[in-house]
């Protein structure tokens, strides 16, 4: 392609040579050029670049009289003055009327696009790219790739390369817009530097790319500058991005500081709570054991004591009878003979009695424990950094090893339970259980889920339920002792706010010390009496807090006597020590797993699991020792068959022998079972009525021993036992005088003698009659 200098020439040339003059008589036609006629010159050019037809001498159609787009696409030409008149050209304006296709196809053959509306601009090399460059020596509009690149005519010949929008001075060399700089000259050759080399980064002229930089990535000046100054514009980018993100990191480590120490400082509090809940076990166990021994001491001196007195009664008989022989020696006659019949009866007596009190010799053997635990117990516990992502499954895993790893001991030391120092007396007066064989027992105080969770997935065996959880003797109910039906043994516990007074209790629960422990839910604090009746402490207030309760209702305790507690209106579940002193607590108020609304009734296995009747929810959950969710029962609301008034409204609950988990349904009036993994109701019974098989309103619910579940039908003021298959075996009748309609059986415990503990609610505008106050609520049958 021509230069656009050669192409003014040609044109030129062929113009005629009459454009002189008309301008005035101070210029010559032969001495200088016209303005006006270069004027001319520039715009025939534009118009034969745009119509090729007029290069070549061919006459003007009808067409050329339509304005032709401007190529340079300057927005200041429509305001320039026009000093050609009527021959010039509006190049600013756009055309609506230029809209013919063949003329679009001939300005884009051309190299040389215009800007109007109806044609597409695209580069003149790859025809593909929109151009954002113009060469002023060429006058092609090139892309930014196509401009830069190495091969480009215009980077070999040092065009003068300008944006598409910036307007060269007419009449000016084109070289001289961009030569003005002092050109620089290659130190080997001494020819002008055309070149980039990337690799030495040096300027390097055409010379060197044929020997030392041949095998060099170089570029051409221009192209590597431009290139040069994005590299700038992005480093420098990239240094703000920097900054921004080292800032952030910046704060990130703060924040990292300050979690940090806070974790550290919850870490301290889990070791304090992880190891004050083994030396609490230790010291329960001790405690335990202690009075155990005690218990025996005194059971066997008591035998002893009376064993020795019936001697000493014998021994006076004896004496008695020997003295009376003596002075029987001096009778005549008959005397003499009755003398000696009666004697040597009396002599026969003493010895029979004498030989059947034969005591065989007894002594107390104590059991050692497993010292190997000693060194697992050691190992209990312990701390390592890890990712946050990584920390829950780290945690999940090192927990499980560790327990596996405790039970792997415990299994090899079956002979004795763990952390359990076991006494027994030879030939002893009562027949005692084998503890290690009856009670399963976790090794940690604090986390009973170590059996649970080991067990659900490797060992069969399953919690069963108690009557007194922990307690070493089997508890068996028994029929009440009163001639008089409805009449117990004694009764405690007045309407009142001082010690030993109640208002509107609900649980109720016997502690394997013989303790009746009760949920004085209106006072808002927990009672603990003896198995008298006799007041014995107390713990508890009005309040949100550890240790403080809104209205309390549900109460058990497990294998280790502590003291589970539903805080019902705070929807939470408590623990306690068996003094009273505050554990842990788990639950909030939601309809997720491990939240409550409304909680109500409370029971523990032998495995250390507890089970919370959820009422609002309609449903039950398990929980491990330490308040781990495990899994929960939904109680389906629909009720094709009609016979129920409305959603399960679980309210007592306990665990059975066999592992099973009973639970009242109050509204519906029946009991439920549910099988060990809460996935299904094994039976249902029960209807609304007050015959055999019916019930109204059952509330709590308590097993013996022996597989009996006993329950407080409340409405119907009596007290239900039923097989371990839900089929009642007696009921009993707790209307009694002092009592009235009123005043219904919320909860039953059994006393380690298997007599019946029943904890009596009254309504609430009965609590506040002043004719109610001396009523006792807590009856022992």
């Excluded at 401007?70 to 609506?96: E, F, Q």
């Excluded at 480009?152 to 030569?179: F, K, M, W, Y």
């Excluded at 006597?561 to 842990?584: A, E, P, W, Y």
């Excluded at 549910?674 to 299904?680: A, E, H, Q, R």
Aim: aromatic share 8%; net charge neutral; with cysteine.
């Amino acid at each position: 392609m021509t230069s656009f200098a050669n192409m003014t020439q040609s044109l030129a040339a062929s113009l005629p040579a009459t454009s002189t003059s008309s301008s005035g008589p101070n210029h010559g036609a032969t001495d200088q050029e016209d303005p006006l006629g270069m004027s001319n010159i520039i715009c025939s050019l534009l118009e034969n670049m745009n119509k090729p037809s007029t290069m070549q001498g061919g006459p003007s159609n009808s067409s050329s009289s339509t304005l032709p787009y401007d190529i340079w696409a300057l927005p200041s030409c429509s305001s320039l003055p026009n000093p050609i008149g009527s021959s010039s050209r509006d190049y600013g304006s756009t055309s609506n009327n230029n809209n013919n296709a063949s003329h679009s196809k001939e300005d884009n053959s051309s190299g040389s696009p215009g800007t109007s509306s109806s044609v597409s601009i695209t580069c003149f090399r790859c025809e593909e790219r929109t151009p954002t460059m113009r060469c002023l020596e060429c006058n092609d509009l090139f892309c930014h790739e196509c401009c830069h690149k190495v091969t480009s005519d215009c980077q070999l010949r040092e065009h003068t390369l300008l944006p598409i929008h910036q307007i060269s001075p007419i009449g000016a060399r084109p070289n001289s817009v961009t030569n003005d700089k002092e050109v620089m000259y290659c130190e080997l050759h001494c020819d002008p530097v055309r070149y980039y080399c990337e690799a030495c980064i040096i300027f390097i002229c055409q010379e060197c790319t044929l020997w030392v930089h041949k095998d060099h990535c170089y570029t051409p000046i221009k192209g590597a500058l431009d290139m040069c100054r994005i590299g700038v514009f992005r480093a420098i980018e990239d240094t703000k991005t920097g900054t921004k993100a080292i800032k952030t990191a910046i704060d990130r480590a703060v924040a990292m500081s300050k979690a940090y120490e806070k974790e550290t400082a919850e870490a301290n509090m889990k070791i304090r709570k992880a190891m004050r809940c083994f030396a609490q076990a230790i010291e329960d166990r001790e405690k335990y054991l202690l009075d155990k021994v005690e218990k025996m001491r005194q059971a066997k001196m008591n035998d002893l004591t009376d064993h020795m007195n019936t001697l000493r009664g014998i021994l006076a008989g004896l004496a008695h009878t020997n003295e009376t022989l003596v002075r029987s020696m001096d009778s005549e006659g008959i005397d003499l003979f009755m003398a000696k019949e009666k004697g040597r009866a009396q002599v026969d007596y003493f010895s029979c009695m004498f030989k059947n009190m034969y005591v065989n010799e007894e002594r107390i053997m104590f059991i050692p424990p497993n010292y190997d635990l000693v060194d697992q117990i050691k190992r209990q516990c312990d701390l390592q950094l890890a990712p946050v992502n990584a920390l829950h499954s780290l945690t999940s895993s090192s927990t499980l090893q560790s327990r596996q790893s405790l039970l792997q001991s415990l299994q090899s030391a079956q002979t004795f339970s763990p952390l359990t120092y076991q006494m027994s007396i030879t030939n002893s007066l009562r027949s005692l259980p084998d503890y290690t064989t009856s009670h399963t027992r976790s090794t940690n105080y604090y986390d009973h889920s170590i059996s649970s969770s080991i067990s659900m997935e490797s060992n069969p065996a399953r919690g069963i339920g108690q009557a007194i959880p922990g307690y070493w003797m089997s508890v068996s109910v028994k029929p009440t002792r009163s001639p008089v039906p409805g009449v117990p043994m004694f009764s405690f516990g007045r309407e009142g706010q001082d010690e030993g007074q109640v208002s509107r209790p609900w649980g109720l629960c016997v502690d394997r010390e013989g303790n009746i422990i009760v949920a004085d839910r209106r006072n808002n604090r927990i009672q603990i009496f003896n198995n008298r009746g006799e007041f014995r402490t107390m713990f508890g207030s009005k309040g949100t807090g550890p240790g403080e309760f809104d209205l309390p209702a549900g109460i058990t305790t497990d294998t280790y006597g502590r003291i589970i507690v539903i805080d019902k209106d705070n929807h939470r579940v408590q623990i306690f020590t068996s003094s009273g002193n505050f554990i842990l607590k788990f639950g909030s108020f939601g309809k997720e797993c491990g939240q409550f609304q409304y909680p109500w009734d409370v029971a523990v296995n032998t495995l250390g699991n507890i089970v919370v009747t959820d009422t609002r929810n309609h449903r039950i959950q398990l929980f491990t020792s330490d308040g781990t969710y495990i899994t929960k029962f939904v109680f389906e609301g629909a009720n094709p068959a009609k016979l129920l008034k409305g959603p399960t409204t679980p309210r007592g609950v306990c665990f059975t022998t066999s592992g099973n988990i009973i639970v009242s349904d109050f509204e519906n009036h029946r009991l439920l079972m549910v099988d060990p993994t809460l996935s299904k109701v094994l039976h249902c019974v029960g209807r609304e009525g007050s015959g055999i098989g019916e019930l109204n309103r059952p509330s709590g619910i308590v097993t013996d021993d022996d597989g009996r579940i006993i329950v407080a039908d409340s409405k119907n003021h009596r007290v239900l036992v039923f097989t371990s298959e839900l089929r009642i075996l007696w009921a009993v009748d707790l209307k009694s005088p002092g009592l009235d309609d009123k005043d219904r059986p919320s909860d039953v415990a059994l006393t380690p003698e298997g007599y019946l503990v029943v904890l009596f609610e009254t309504l609430p505008d009965t609590a506040r009659d002043i004719s109610s106050h001396g009523k006792q609520y807590i009856k022992v049958y």
